[in-house]
């Protein structure tokens, strides 16, 4: 149990650091794409762009820091499974904020009322950002690392 909840301490610190680069790259671009004049639903393409590039930073610190790597898959094939899940992990991260902003925000008058849209968009993006979280520790714990089996 304490292996486990390490792992856990460890996925949660990469965790923070590719946040930062995730949540900075989002708000960057939400403001270099309001500054441009772009529609108001180009948070999602900042979306992308956070998460693209905070992906491939978790890859590194997390095959590095966090999981004992597979002996029985190439790092080629590994990249390309961290990859896929990870598209799987944006789509989630996509939809929590599509739902969060463009259907609860946008269709609650009393959620308008008590917040800006800005707020709205930042808000939803942490709470993505958390039901992301714990699917990559799972899905790649399952698919990504070592068996305990063959730790030994």
Do not use: H
Not at 82 to 97: K, Q
């Amino acid at each position: 149990m304490k292996k486990l909840l390490d792992q856990i301490a460890k996925f949660g610190i990469v965790g923070v650091v590719c946040f930062f680069i995730d949540f900075g790259l989002y708000n960057l671009f939400n403001i270099i794409f309001r500054a441009l004049g772009l529609p108001e639903q180009m948070y999602l393409v900042s979306g992308v762009i956070g998460f693209g590039v905070s992906m491939v930073c978790n890859y590194l610190l997390s095959m590095k820091y966090v999981f004992v790597r597979r002996d029985d898959i190439s790092r080629r094939r590994e990249f390309i499974t961290f990859f896929v899940l990870s598209v799987i992990g944006m789509g989630i991260n996509e939809l929590v904020l599509y739902l969060g902003v463009d259907v609860i925000y946008e269709n609650w008058a009393l959620l308008k009322r008590f917040m800006s849209r800005s707020f709205a968009e930042v808000f939803f993006k942490l709470a993505a950002t958390g039901i992301v979280m714990v699917y990559n520790f799972i899905s790649r714990k399952l698919t990504l690392e070592k068996k305990e089996a063959d730790n030994e």
